[in-house]
């Protein structure tokens, strides 16, 4: 080897433990030795922009942890100090530092067992934010479906709307031993042979929301269904104002659960909420899969389905309540719910981003932000995406204690960039190779003083980005999302290495379908608005050249944003649907050629038309599909069977893409 390459962590005889490269991170000055003869890892995440829009979220480690062993430095290179440059394509071999990398950390995660128990492998997890982990007191004898049993006894619940979450908290308060009333506009909505069958005592109310559903019914509380916007229950939640009633959601009466859990049964799991306008699924699922991985009992819940409630009742039935709740909550969800005592009170969250999304029905995109807002309570861990300045001013200002320093709320930062804060998360491209990174204190040994300086940071390497299979810039923030969060629950770092490696995504979020003549098929059929296509389009159009089939029902969003990502990545772009003239309006001047289409088969025919060996055909329409289809997942069957049917012709597999 070259005595000026990095260091190389030897695999070797580690059948039992974890190697370096995986279990600990690698040393901001040491690298690893790669095979450049594997070809299964996915495309780089170069370097872009800062400025741009990503969903992505950032985590505090939790204290306890000792630090992660590092590898030792580079010769010439002081342990703990960054020897990154800038990205020079040119100075890449033709095989690529990071395209190298990728498969060495692929060959180490296909070759080396996790250990089993993870508990020992302290080494694995640095610490690095002050957060408690969740205690796990003994618990008292009986099963802890009977620390609910009674918790609405003799209450009358009001519950307006019989969706998937009204049925959810009928059945739960029923459970709780309430007399529930359901009401809905509808006269025979699609759950109400589900709600007579199973629940007879319930009764059901039809027609408008106005204040005679609560005066003169001696209710106790009403919760509507998310997907109620606030004009619509606004007369009956005024009405319950004014008769001193609570108000809420499915999510009120979950924090109300946990908190009678744990004052009858000691039950304090970690809770980790997560929200944002584009990646909240990605992450919630990888999240789950983290902790998972880490050993941990997790359930997944919210608006990733099953149901908050639903999902709480079946674990209290079989008496298994996790350690670790992950849960996916919608701005709807989120609107009108308040932390602190009794309230929601995660132990960290995150908001992704905040991008144009749902303004009909929270009529201002500040309003929409106040909504996602609301998922960090007022205690919990603040994980904020740095690179958007909306999230970013959620963080409070900071609080004036006399004769101390002004004190700031625990928070830390996760973003495309270097990481600023000991804690923070990031990217870190070094000779063109992008890596998942966390900042550490240079020293950890000890505590510093206050009025000292803050030291130098120590950068430890995660893993090459390029060893995600979840491709594009935003899927590599989404992992550093995950992996803060699992890490603020207390989940070793080596597990949750291979937890990252292993995720290969959700359907319809920028999925690769086929390889036709050298052009790769992407559907995106989730990119239902501007913030999710522009990320998809930074995302992969880093790599390569784009053909974009952009259209449907736009929901009033403003499409200006898009210019500057299409007029960048993209070398020609293909509308349909109903909004496509509002598109085209925005787009005019970005210097593409514009398209149009009747259909998504017909799109995906100009597209391949228009797309050159090398390039990415990508269906991300910024729109909803109603105008055109079912719903997105019809969208993504018609685009995918249409794509399938091309590779089919051309004689070439889809086998091993899905």
């Known amino acids: 080897m070259n005595p000026n390459d990095p260091l190389v962590p030897d ?70 100090k960054s020897t990154s440059t800038a990205w020079n394509p040119e100075a890449v071999p033709a095989v690529s530092a990071a395209k190298a990398a990728a498969d060495f950390v692929a060959q180490i995660f296909a070759e080396v067992a996790a250990p089993e128990s993870v508990a020992a492998d302290s080494a694995g997890a640095a610490d ?125 009466l979950y924090a109300m659960a946990l908190t009678a859990l744990r ?128 999230v970013m001013a959620m963080l409070p200002p900071p609080v004036k204690v006399k004769l101390q320093k002004p004190q700031v709320r625990a928070h830390l930062t996760f973003g495309g960039d270097m990481p600023r804060r000991p804690g923070d998360f990031g990217i870190e491209v070094v000779s063109g190779m992008p890596w998942l990174v966390r900042a550490m204190d240079a020293d950890e040994t000890r505590k510093r003083g206050r009025n000292e300086v803050e030291e130098d940071l120590h950068i430890q390497r995660l893993m090459p980005a390029d060893a995600l ?58 990119g239902t608005n501007v913030g999710a296509t522009a990320a998809a389009l930074v995302g992969l159009g880093t790599e390569r050249r784009l053909v974009v089939i952009l259209g449907g029902e736009g929901k009033g969003q403003d499409f200006a944003p898009l210019a500057a990502p299409v007029a960048r990545y993209a070398r020609a772009v293909v509308l349909i649907g109903r909004d496509a003239p509002l598109i085209r309006a925005a787009l005019q001047d970005a210097g593409v050629p514009l398209l149009d289409a009747d259909t998504l088969p017909e799109a995906v025919a100009l597209a391949a038309q228009r797309a050159h060996s090398g390039d990415a055909v990508l269906m991300s329409p910024a729109c909803a599909s109603f105008d055109m289809f079912k719903g997105y997942e019809h969208r993504a069957q018609v685009f995918c069977e249409t794509v399938r049917a091309m590779a089919d012709d051309a004689g070439q597999s889809v086998e091993g893409m899905q």
């Open 11 to 80: 695999p070797l005889g580690t059948s039992e433990a974890m190697p370096p490269l995986a279990g600990a991170g690698v040393d901001a000055a040491g690298a690893p030795e790669v095979d450049p003869g594997r070809q299964d890892a996915a495309p780089a995440v170069p370097d872009v922009n800062p400025g741009q829009d990503t969903a992505a979220s950032g985590s505090e480690v939790p204290d306890g942890m000792p630090p992660a062993e590092v590898t030792e430095a580079a010769p010439g290179a002081p342990a703990g």
């Open 469 to 526: 299979r979840i491709r594009g810039r935003h899927n590599a923030t989404n992992a550093l999302a995950a992996l803060a969060l699992a890490t603020a629950a207390g989940c070793p770092l080596a597990p949750m290495l291979y937890g990252l490696r292993e995720y290969r995504g959700e359907p319809h979020r920028v999925e690769p379908v086929a390889i036709i003549h050298g052009v790769e098929y992407f559907d995106d059929s989730k």
């Open 128 to 252: 690095t934010a002050e957060v408690d982990e969740p205690a796990t007191p003994d618990v008292p004898a009986g099963p802890a479906r009977e620390g609910v049993a009674n918790l609405l006894q003799g209450q009358h619940i009001l519950i307006l709307g019989l969706g998937a979450s009204g049925m959810a908290m009928a059945r739960w308060c029923v459970r709780c031993g309430a007399q529930v009333t359901v009401a809905d506009t509808r006269a025979a909505p699609p759950q109400l042979p589900a709600l007579q069958r199973e629940l007879p005592l319930v009764r059901f109310v039809s027609g408008a929301f106005d204040a005679s559903l609560v005066q003169g019914q001696n209710l106790h509380a009403v919760y509507r269904s998310p997907g109620l916007s606030p004009e619509a229950v606004a007369p009956v939640f005024e009405a319950a104002r004014a008769n001193n009633i609570s108000a809420g959601g499915e999510l009120s």
């Open 263 to 390: 004052e009858s049964h000691a039950y304090a799991p970690a809770v980790l909420a997560i929200t944002g306008t584009n990646g909240k699924t990605t992450v919630t699922s990888l999240t789950g899969q983290l902790v998972e991985r880490s050993g941990k009992r997790v359930a997944v819940a919210g608006n990733i389905g099953p149901t908050l409630l639903d999902t709480l009742a079946e674990h209290l039935d079989a008496d298994t309540l996790p350690d670790v709740w992950v849960l996916e909550l919608s701005s709807f969800q989120l609107d009108g719910v308040n932390g602190g005592e009794g309230g929601f009170e995660p132990t960290a969250a995150t908001v992704l981003n905040i991008t144009q999304d749902h303004l009909d029905w929270h009529g201002s995109i500040e309003a929409y932000a106040a909504a996602k807002a609301r998922i960090f309570g007022q205690t919990g861990l603040m994980i904020l995406n740095r690179e958007d300045a909306v």
